[in-house]
T-cell receptor
Framework: DADVTQTPRNRITKTGKRIMLECSQT?????MYWYRQDPGLGLRLIYY???????NKGEISDGYSVSRQAQAKFSLSLESAIPNQTALYFC???????????????FGAGSRLTVL | GNSVTQMEGPVTLSEEAFLTINCTYT??????LFWYVQYPGEGLQLLLK?????DKGSNKGFEATYRKETTSFHLEKGSVQVSDSAVYFC??????????FGPGTSLSVIP
């Protein structure tokens, strides 16, 4: 099994529908992240969580919400999907605790969302 | 704010050619620098990293040196293979530990 699992891998939905993307990890990492990938824009951070009680907005959080149900689970919701939220979404984890060293991310395989 | 700029793609090379993908960054303090690779249909995976000036990261024949004086972290490989075809992302880890990515450079290697 993958260290970071995202479900669903592909989803097509209609404008106005509520969508949830789920992420679970077996790495035992405290930090979890949601990114979206758009061609030519790289990855942009939506939300991140340093532990179960800590949720932070990233650079493009509008229109999204998250829930950290447990250390291993971090879900992303689109309350009312719109076409410009069509993108590839990635969940990532990290065991970085600040200070010296590098914040290395472990990614899931991605969830491709299409909003019609 | 902090940002990463990398060369526009797509890049197409013949097998065994030399590869350079340029990356420059803007950041306060002393960020860590990374190259991630994304193979078709997969998530990103770490290719190499460097945590301080003059460090050289290397992996699978790829290398990059942290150049603080030029704020650069260019990716190089002496002889590319078809299996290196992928999208390459330069990234930095800034204060508050968020990881910021460049736009990605698509590489295609033809036999």
């Amino acid at each position: 099994d993958a260290d970071v699992t995202q479900t669903p891998r592909n989803r097509i939905t209609k404008t106005g529908k509520r969508i949830m993307l789920e992420c679970s990890q077996t790495k035992g990492h405290d930090r979890m992240y949601w990114y979206r990938q758009d061609p030519g824009l790289g990855l942009r951070l939506i939300y991140y969580s340093f532990d179960v009680k800590d949720i932070n907005k990233g650079e493009i959080s509008d229109g999204y919400s998250v829930s950290r149900q447990a250390q291993a689970k971090f879900s992303l919701s689109l309350e009312s999907a719109i076409p410009n939220q069509t993108a590839l979404y990635f969940c990532a984890t990290s065991d970085f605790r600040g200070g010296r060293g590098a914040n290395v991310l472990t990614f899931g395989a991605g969830s491709r969302l299409t909003v019609l | 704010g902090n940002s990463v700029t990398q060369m526009e793609g797509p890049v197409t090379l013949s097998e065994e050619a030399f590869l350079t993908i340029n990356c420059t960054y803007t950041a306060t303090g002393y960020p860590s620098l990374f190259w991630y690779v994304q193979y078709p249909g997969e998530g990103l995976q770490l290719l190499l990293k460097a945590t301080k000036a003059d460090d050289k990261g290397s992996n699978k024949g790829f290398e990059a040196t942290y150049r603080k004086e030029t704020t650069s972290f260019h990716l190089e490989k002496g002889s590319v293979q078809v299996s290196d075809s992928a999208v390459y992302f330069c990234a930095l880890s800034a204060p508050a530990d968020k990881v910021i990515f460049g736009p990605g450079t698509s590489l295609s290697v033809i036999p």
